[in-house]
């Protein structure tokens, strides 16, 4: 039987480490210095309690890593000390929410303990085909071959950070909506106008009405642990960006483009015509001036406040 270290059992680390109970693995977790919640989490989710990380790592054959992105690098470093103690070289898989660029420095905190890089995506597994996990790194498949019971293993590549890299690029979309329709729905408060933002948003399949209330308060309760992924996700993300120069110079070529059209004559209209279409056609022009010429002062305004 496979020995599985677990740090630590959080909301998802417990999870995760019930199904490899499930799928016939041996788990334990520390809980040295960890709340009773945590314990009781521990517990229930059926996982062997040990109280330091020498004494996990004396029994473990793999350990995952689960833990807030702003401790993945404490935690490898205390890895690596405790290895050294008790002489153990287990596998480590870091399941953190982290950057490309920080799995190269778990990498050389952990020395000569192997490390396979992986993500989580998706809830804490309790339900079985609701989370999917990403695996990249030399010895990668190690890791796929634990018996993750009802998770779906994802193997990405050989190169270390690629599965991360999925992380980071998901993260941002799912994340970045949710703080958009945050943003959006305090806006429209104020202005007394939220039953109509949330049908037209529904409609176009970009937020469920009965839902966002509950995904709203979700995000709330988790916002500190977003804070240092957002930053991973902007370490990721900043070398591919579009330079601001290039994306303000397309921005006023666009609105120029719109107003120049908008100023051109209008076809005289003929008996077979529809009224209603011209009427329509002429609100999108105007619409389409509209925003172009917002967008202009937008751009001016974001160059004097930089100046």
């Not at 062997?48 to 807030?68: F, K, Q």
């Not at 933002?197 to 529904?202: E, G, M």
């Not at 994306?247 to 483009?257: F, G, V």
């Amino acid at each position: 039987m496979v020995s599985v270290g677990l740090v630590s059992a959080g909301e998802m680390g417990s999870a995760v480490g019930e199904r490899l109970r499930r799928g016939g693995c041996r788990v334990l977790t520390t809980v040295g210095g960890r709340s009773a919640r945590t314990r009781d989490r521990a517990e229930r989710s059926g996982l062997e309690r040990v109280e330091t990380l020498a004494d996990l790592l004396s029994e473990a054959d793999v350990v995952l890593s689960i833990v807030p992105p702003a401790e993945a690098l404490v935690v490898a470093l205390e890895l690596a000390t405790a290895a050294r103690q008790v002489r153990a070289r287990p596998l480590v898989a870091d399941l953190n929410a982290v950057s490309p660029a920080t799995v190269g420095e778990l990498a050389r905190a952990l020395g000569n303990i192997g490390l396979v890089d992986g993500s989580i995506s998706g809830p804490p597994p309790r339900r079985s085909g609701t989370t999917r996990i990403y695996l990249s790194g030399p010895r990668a498949g190690e890791v796929a071959a634990l018996p993750f019971d009802g998770v779906d293993l994802r193997l990405v590549g050989a190169e270390l950070g690629s599965a991360s890299a999925v992380k980071m690029c998901t993260a941002s979309v799912y994340k970045g909506r949710v703080a958009l329709l945050a943003q959006a729905l305090r806006t429209a408060d104020a202005h007394g106008v939220v039953e109509h933002v949330l049908d037209d948003l529904a409609e176009s399949g970009l937020a469920d009405r009965d839902r966002a209330g509950a995904l709203l308060a979700r995000a709330t309760a988790k916002a500190w642990r977003y804070v240092a992924e957002m930053e991973q996700i902007a370490t990721t993300q900043s070398p591919w960006a579009c330079p601001r120069r290039s994306s303000r110079r397309s921005l006023r070529s666009t609105a120029t483009l719109q107003i120049a059209r908008s100023r051109m004559p209008r076809p005289a209209m003929s008996p077979t015509t529809s009224p209603s279409r011209t009427s329509s056609a002429g609100s999108v022009r105007r619409c389409s001036c509209a925003t172009a010429a917002g967008a202009t002062r937008a751009g001016a305004a974001g160059r004097r406040s930089r100046g």
